[in-house]
């Protein structure tokens, strides 16, 4: 198995609503990757989990709050969001150690705030 | 991190080589030069990545200069659906901050 799987693939909330993504790999990886993608841009990166803790944090709004509960899974709970927060969030996994190799993404969920 | 600078845009006829260039003169040493693509709305896809030396595999070559400040992905025989953006990032391939540049938009073409 070497799929991301990312959940929902399309998602709706209002400003006020809470709401969060899922992202779940089975291939061993113990590092995660959270993106955010505008129309026409290249995705940039928001959080990195290393061995299911938070390593690098590109000074996201507070409003974005990743967590990962375990080694297949990371999440991203969404709180009073913005219409401009709208875009494909996109999860990436890799090995941390050993000889390099490519990270995996996936699908992406597409986020509309209303 | 380094950066890579990739040319915007380009155009390939179908069936030809289609040959993306990048530079990342501040490349370090322990950082390998990896190629993805994305192909509208989709996940990037991981190519082919190398260190210093050529790579080849089924999608595509690798050629990285000897003294690893540019390198050059090689699609040998460019179809329609190889229509997508084409990102070069140098990257360590750890849980580190792996980086989109820009990118180069590679329009195949009949």
């Known amino acids: 198995d070497t799929e991301v799987t990312q959940t929902p693939k399309h998602l709706v909330m209002g400003m006020t609503n809470k709401k969060s993504l899922k992202c779940e790999q089975h291939?061993?990886?113990?590092?995660m990757y959270w993106y955010k993608q505008k129309a026409k841009k290249p995705p940039e990166l928001m959080f990195v989990?290393?061995?299911?803790?938070?390593?690098i944090n590109e000074s996201v709004p507070s409003r974005f709050s990743p967590e990962c509960p375990n080694s297949s899974l990371l999440n991203l709970h969404l709180h009073a969001l913005q219409p401009e927060d709208s875009a494909l969030y996109l999860c990436?996994?890799?090995?941390?150690?050993?000889?390099?190799?490519?990270?995996?993404f996936g699908q992406g969920t597409r986020l509309t705030v209303v | 991190d380094a950066k890579t600078t990739q040319p915007p845009s380009m155009d390939c006829a179908e069936g030809r080589a289609a040959n993306l260039p990048c530079n990342h003169s501040?490349?370090?040493?322990?950082?390998?030069v990896y190629w993805y693509r994305q192909i509208h709305s989709q996940g990037p896809q991981y190519i082919i990545h190398?260190?210093?030396n050529n790579e080849t595999n089924e999608m595509a070559s690798l050629i990285i200069t000897e003294d690893r400040k540019s390198s050059t992905l090689i699609l040998p025989h460019a179809t329609l659906r190889d229509t997508a953006v084409y990102y070069c990032i140098a990257w360590t391939g750890t849980a580190s901050k792996l980086t989109f540049g820009t990118g180069t938009r590679l329009q195949v073409t009949l």
């Open positions: 291939m061993g990886h113990r590092a």
């Open positions: 190398g260190l210093k």
């Open positions: 990436a996994s890799s090995y941390k150690s050993g000889t390099p190799t490519e990270a995996f």
């Open positions: 501040t490349i370090s040493g322990n950082e390998y």
């Open positions: 989990y290393s061995y299911e803790k938070l390593s």
